[in-house]
């Protein structure tokens, strides 16, 4: 039997139940976000989901005060032609309608509405990882500036995500202590997947880290490896914002980081890598996301049909038609 300190714990962490009538729209999402939160749902994911639901107050000017049956009396198919109208991207349409699905759906469980609602789900084009070629790269690792910092720091994330691959978000999250220098190695403890990951870097990864490290962070307080220009933990924009000045300097017109990942992948395979390491080495969970990158080489497929065993044996002789 409980005690009474323990009983009154107990009560505190049953939850209100709340009905439609009892709270706005806006603290009807709030209640769902903390749940979320509270179930260790990732930062990254939570502002995703707050995005979507923002936007879907912008379509239909939703107020703070909205009540949950104003706010739900809107379909899909409306979200999506406001959306459609402003000339978003199909697939980003799709997000939008994906992350706010997962509201409804919590709204639904908890009786605050009535019925499911499916989320649409629009036709994209499916399109080829784009990776930076070899004319881009070459001016990406040509000079830069050792006295600076923010570009120190740019050099040395594009050479560590062309070796290894690594996401952007990854890369922020590194501190100096998951560095093994006398290895070699990096631990990326926080990722996409939640799966901590083990990274071998390449000799030349291994020589570019270490000049940034003696140049800017050898003898000093700072824990993460690529911080912000005060020393503290940078955004994953702030990255990307660096990086665009760098493209933009150099007259690198692909100046997305995330395509840097695609030109290791690219590179990986046009080398002799096979898709199944390069899963791994990417931390994919499912093989379908590996696979985009082997029809970058159908064309090169097409040809390797030419190395066949009836080829070995008759391929060498013509044959002519019979005379009658």
Known sequence: MLSRKEDGRVAKLKRKRYTAKDITWEQAYNLYEEEKSRYNVSEKTLFNYRYAFTKWNKVFELGEDASIEAATAYSYDEFV?????????????????????????????????????????????????????????????????????????????????????????????????????????????????????????????????????????????????????????????????????????????????HSLRHAFSYYYIRNGGDLYRLQKMLNHTSVRSTMRYGRLFDSDIANDFEKNILNDFIGTHRITKRKH
């Open 81 to 257: 032609d406001a959306l459609r109208a402003t000339n978003i991207k199909p697939e980003s349409i799709n997000t939008y309608v994906r992350n706010i699905n997962h509201f409804f759906h919590w709204l639904e469980a908890g009786n605050f509405i009535q019925g499911r609602r499916r989320g649409i789900v629009l036709k994209v084009e499916d399109t080829l990882p784009k990776f930076v070629e070899d004319q881009e790269v070459e001016k990406l690792l040509g000079e830069y500036d050792r006295n600076d910092f923010t570009e120190s720091r740019c050099y040395t994330i594009i050479c560590l995500m062309l070796a290894t691959g690594i996401r952007v978000g990854s890369a922020a999250e590194l501190l100096i202590s998951d560095w093994d220098r006398k290895e070699g190695i990096l631990t990326l403890r926080k990722t996409k997947t939640r799966r901590q990951q083990v990274i071998y870097l390449p000799a030349s990864a291994q020589e570019v880290l270490d000049r940034y490290y003696f140049d800017y962070l050898h003898d000093t307080n700072i824990k993460y490896l690529f911080p912000n220009y005060m020393g503290d933990k940078i955004s994953v924009i702030g990255l990307e914002k660096a990086h665009r000045k760098f493209c933009e300097k150099r007259g690198v017109k692909n100046n997305h980081l």
